[in-house]
Structure formats: structure tokens, C-alpha cells
T-cell receptor, first 113, second 112 residues
């Protein structure tokens, strides 16, 4: 069966510091991968998605970037964090099927101080 | 994607069925109804989805009206662990960029 991992689970970073969040998927090949952010009390916002190695699509302009160095690895990065980057970051995966149901990881709680 | 409307909250006694309604009156013919839930501080969990026909799996049943303008998620025997925010989402499955748009959902509280 497929599993998705995210780390770290929680992170507290100062404003202006860099960020690297990692997501890995096991048990499947060539998945679609997604990064979402959930701000406190709000819905999920899609940040990036990837259909394959090195292929990244950005949904909204922001202070963040994403990379997919390996088939089942998705990384979310920032060179300089802003206060507004605080939130709950979720990675998700789906298969390349007609209904491509998305399955979410456990999330990373990021607090920027 | 079509918008959905859900009540803000509801409660249910443990062991009883929980029926969670969702209105999606502007749904298009090629849009699916998806349900996810999110337990506090965890990632959303996929529950079930459907297009026209009623669906059932090990977690829940999804009843979609004939005109597809509304649906009901049924948890047949609610437990305390089912307390969560439940999201009804309507989306077109057109590939990787078919993003999920989560609204505020309905908070289900299961009481002992």
C-alpha cells in the first residue's frame, strides 16, 4: 500500500531564515505530487503541483518554491521566510487516473516568528 | 468547480448514524462529489467520492440525489474518533491540475 511522509512535523523559524520541507511517497511510481497550505481557520490553498521529475507548476505567486529531485520526493523551500508564511503545510499525492483522488500526508506546522 | 454549501456544525450520539448534508446546486455533469475529513492538526483524510450513483465503502456511504444538486455522507455507526471537520468538495477530474478547493466544512461532534 502507499504511504506518504512529511518532515519535520513542526517547525519554528525566525523571519528571514531559509526553509526546506520534505515529502516522500512510498509504494507507487510516478505519482502526481502537490503542496497545499492551510492558514489558521481557513481552507486549503494549492501552492504547487508536479506531474513528474523536474516538472513544477505554481498556482500562486509567493515567497516559496518547490522542487522534485526524485520521482517520489517533493521539496518546498524558501530563501527568506515571512511572517505570512506561517501555516500548516500539506503534501498530497495522486495517481495518473481519470479520478486522481488525492491523498494527504500528516502535514508540517510552520510558525514564523 | 461548483461551490458547495454545508451546515456549520452538527452533533451525533455515539453508535448512531451521522448524516452530513451538502448542497451543490450548480454542479456540472462531469463534476464529482468528494468527501474528506480533517481531525484536528492532521492532514485531510479521503473518505469517498461519486458521480451519479450512490457509493459505499468501509468508511461511509454517499447518497447523491437524482438531480445531483445535493448529497449526504452517512457514517453508519459514529464513534468518538469520527469527531472532525468534514468537507464536501465538487471537482472536475481533469488531471494533475484539478485542485481541491476546501471550504469551511461541517464540524461533526460525536458525543458519548
Amino acid at each position: 500500500s502507499q504511504t506518504i511522509h512529511q518532515w519535520p512535523a513542526t517547525l519554528v523559524q525566525p523571519v528571514g531564515s531559509p526553509l526546506s520541507l520534505e515529502c516522500t511517497v512510498e509504494g507507487t511510481s510516478n505519482p502526481n505530487l502537490y503542496w497545499y497550505r492551510q492558514a489558521a481557520g481557513r481552507g486549503l490553498q494549492l501552492l504547487f503541483y508536479s506531474v513528474g521529475i523536474g516538472q513544477i507548476s505554481s498556482e500562486v505567486p509567493q515567497n516559496l518554491s518547490a522542487s522534485r529531485p526524485q520521482d517520489r520526493q517533493f521539496i518546498l523551500s524558501s530563501k527568506k521566510l515571512l511572517l505570512s508564511d506561517s501555516g500548516f503545510y500539506l503534501c498530497a499525492w495522486s495517481l495518473h487516473t481519470s479520478t486522481d483522488t488525492q491523498y494527504f500526508g500528516p502535514g508540517t506546522r510552520l510558525t514564523v516568528l | 468547480d461548483a461551490k458547495t454549501t454545508q451546515p456549520t456544525s452538527m452533533d451525533c450520539a455515539e453508535g448512531r448514524a451521522a448524516n452530513l448534508p451538502c448542497n451543490h446546486s450548480t454542479i456540472s455533469g462531469n463534476e464529482y462529489v468528494y468527501w474528506y475529513r480533517q481531525i484536528h492538526s492532521q492532514g485531510p483524510q479521503y473518505i469517498i467520492h461519486g458521480l451519479k450513483n450512490n457509493e459505499t465503502n468501509e468508511m461511509a456511504s454517499l447518497i447523491i440525489t437524482e438531480d445531483r444538486k445535493s448529497s449526504t455522507l452517512i457514517l453508519p455507526h459514529a464513534t468518538l474518533r469520527d469527531t472532525a471537520v468534514y468537507y464536501c468538495i465538487v471537482r472536475t477530474s481533469t488531471g494533475a491540475n484539478s485542485k481541491l478547493t476546501f471550504g469551511k466544512g461541517i464540524t461533526l461532534s460525536v458525543r458519548p
